[in-house]
């Protein structure tokens, strides 16, 4: 059993992090990758984004589906590290519940953090950069 730090567990546990992130984003990449590659119009896209983050058309279904699916994709990540780290048995967690408690809540925080940064930050820009309505969802107005 190796006795880890949490910074070496969060840094490999990165993958899980950004992923879950970019599952939680879902709603709004569509839009941004259907007008930068010309394949929907800016209104199209637009109208897609509104449905899949608001909800709007019978899609109130999608967004809570895809902030469920990336919390669960965070916590299979942690379950699968920890036990692929030799942490298989309650014993074992028992001895280091610290471990395990610090680096599940940083994980945690950093993804939730991440998709704020993705969702909120880079996605909006680039969707303002490619004329989609999205003005009025910046952080910063």
């Known amino acids: 059993m190796s006795e880890g730090t949490v910074s ?5 546990l990165w993958k899980y ?6 599952v939680a984003s879902l ?10 590659f010309g394949l929907a119009s800016v209104s199209s896209a637009a109208a ?11 899609m109130g279904w999608f967004r809570p589906l895809l902030l469920s699916l990336s919390t669960v994709l965070v916590i299979a990540g942690l ?10 048995s309650l014993d074992e967690a028992r001895r280091q519940r610290k471990r395990i ?10 993804a939730f953090i991440s998709y704020i940064v993705l969702n909120f930050i880079i996605l909006t820009e680039l969707g303002v950069a490619l004329n989609l309505p ?8």
């Open 48 to 58: 897609l984004s509104n449905d899949l983050y608001w909800g709007t058309n019978g």
């Open 79 to 88: 379950v699968l590290y920890f036990r692929k780290d030799g942490i298989c």
């Open 17 to 22: 992090i950004g992923g879950s992130a970019f």
């Open 27 to 36: 709603c709004c990449f569509p839009s941004i990758v259907l007008v930068f």
């Open 101 to 110: 408690i610090n680096t599940s809540l940083v994980v945690l925080m950093l």
């Open 8 to 12: 070496n567990d969060v840094r490999s």
């Open 134 to 141: 999205w003005e009025s969802s910046r952080i910063w107005n």
